[in-house]
């Protein structure tokens, strides 16, 4: 990375203040694609709280023509267009960036691939006459010490004239054909065309077939002799032609371990904190956060482009079904089960999550009802996170570390209810972690005790629920705590604008809370906690409170964690029943319906689950790190229970429906 390149990442002067506010848009202007994106606008206004890059749905990435249809050019029209002017072109896409940074930035990508690429054409007559190619191939040399050249990266030749040499895959980009060439997510240069900043040398992204160092492959005594006692006899070889290849064959099956570097592989070797070597992607400010999101949605788009084309695999149908049709006389299998579905095995998808459901559900037919609703929201004032952020830098432009603070914290939590039994020792509990709308993830965790130490009197929710404000002349460390994370933010007539305000101009968290001398049983609820009235309320956040604000907590847990976390006791099966469905929900997703009288038109599950789901950048950095985003314990195994001849049968596409129904294997199921 060029040295001016890198001071502006992790230096701290004015300068680099002002380009780590505005990285975003800095690169934006310099990224020879355009972004084709839906993302909450209102979470990106400066002046509107903390700045979060929330996607829904796709994120795509378009290069333009060379020539502007409307004259005023942008992305990678600013290297060819009206070249004599870019300082001016570029200045006029956004007032607020520092010109002298601009000059800067200009100079630096003077060298790279594309830029050079794109500048060498601005010499060739009539260009609307040649074939222009970007190369996407995954073959260029990814070695630091051996970058891309202007050569390597694009190409032209003369329409008439086209040969072999043309690179497939390739991007054509055309003069003035008025429609914009999608880059695929695959590409080797998607992610160098998008983010010049990020890659100035023009270095290729990930792409298929990068390979691993470890190319050797180690074998056990295990393994050996596994392999070994696969090889056929003496008397069962027909041919000794057939040996040395029988012999092969078996003695490869060792070597199908998979040597190149998957997606997930290479976005989690590129986001890793190195001390030895400062990595510049992490400090890049706003447009880590967009780089982010943007991995994360490939990732998942590659994922559910494997289940979208190899919907055969995943073909089923009830054998009830099958048969009605034999019986209607048809034979053709090829249209049955045709509905594109998403698999439950997809993490976060919605049959995953009514799977999760109702396994919980059945946790509580086992053992009894649930008794403790626990919720810890990330603090991103967390100690562990600001002594690993540079001077200058801002938290929510660190997702990195605030999803790996927080997911610590969260196993932590674990061990305090699983082994050090806190509560009491459990019989089984799950939790699931959420992501607010700016993004800090929450975790939910639902605990059922064993039959010791279940909590059945107002007494015992006492011993581990407090809903009152601390004395701070007797422990002021913990009213500190109380006063700065366990107050609901005051709502109803004291600030009828609040979030938590619904229409009817109540608040749907039932704030404030009614005042009480004990804790009772409440009806159809959680429990009425134990509020006092006190004789002088506290100013929290400009207005009067009391013990009716107040968030219910467990003190031990609140000091140890130092962060908004919320202890509920259970008490009723339809509080029950609404935890259950709420901490199961899934993705944050927009609400859409479609209506069409069709009955043959296929439904898309994937399409709808893509173009709905909501994405931040803590999220992605969970998901492509793998850490688990649900877990519950004991484990619950699903029994697939059906009617007779009810089965789910799996087809494919070759198949008629006689060699369906005549398969010995069809009427053997999991039960049977």
Partial sequence: MPTDLQNFFLGDSKECQHFHTYSRAYNNMFSFTSLGVHYDRELTKRNHGIYTFRVQGQMYHFIDDLIPSTGKAKNLQLYFYDNENELTNRMTLSYNLNELIITKLMDMLKFNPYSTFLRSLTVVPNLSQFYI??????????????????????????????????????????????????????????????????????????????????????????????????????????????????????????????????????????????????????????????????QYIKLETQRLDFVSFNQDLFRVEAFQGIIDLLRQGERDASNIGRQKFLLGSFIGGPRDMRRRYMDAIALVQHFGKLDIFLTMTCNSCWPEIHEHLHPMEEVQNRPDLVSRVFKAKVEELKTDIQKTNIFGKIAAFMYTIEFQKRGLPHAHFLIILMDRYKLLTPQSYDKIVCAELPDPHIDHHLYKLVTKHMIHAPCGYLNPSNSCMQKDGKCKFKYPKQLTEQTTKGKNSYPLYKRPKIIRPIKVRGHNIDNSWTVPYNPFLLKKFGCHINVEICSDIKVIKYIYKYICKGHDKI???????????????????????????????????????????????????????????????NQTIDQIINNPMIKKTMLT
Avoid at 213 to 237: C, M, R, W
Avoid at 633 to 641: F, H, R, V
Wanted: charged share 20%; net charge neutral.
């Fill in 133 to 294: 190619a970007l190369n996407s191939s995954s073959n260029l040399d990814q070695r630091t010490y051996n970058l891309p050249t202007a050569s390597e990266v694009g190409a032209i030749w003369i329409e008439d004239q086209l040969n072999d040499k043309i690179p497939t895959p390739h991007i054509r980009i055309y003069t003035h054909s008025n429609k914009s060439q999608l880059v695929n997510y695959y590409y080797g240069c998607y992610d160098p065309l998008q983010y010049p900043l990020l890659f100035p040398y023009g270095q290729n992204g990930w792409h298929c077939g990068i390979k691993k160092f470890n190319k050797t492959y180690t074998y056990s005594k295990t393994t050996k002799a596994s392999e070994y006692d696969q090889l056929p006899g003496v008397n069962n070889i027909t041919s000794i032609d057939r040996l040395p290849h029988i012999e092969s064959t078996v003695l490869s099956k060792g070597l199908r371990k998979r040597n190149t570097v998957s997606c997930r592989e290479y976005y989690c070797y590129k986001f890793q904190i190195r001390d030895e070597e400062p990595n510049e992607t992490l400090y890049s400010g706003r447009v880590f956060q967009q780089y982010r999101v943007d």
């Fill in 591 to 653: 609400a859409f319906s479609v209506h069409n009288n069709d009955t043959n038109v296929e439904i898309d599950e994937i399409k709808e689950y893509q173009s709905a789901r909501w994405v931040s950048p803590p999220e992605s950095v969970l998901r492509l790190f793998a850490f688990s985003i649900s877990e519950m314990t004991p484990s619950i195994c699903q029994l697939q229970l059906h009617l007779d001849v009810q089965q789910f049968v799996s087809l494919k596409n």
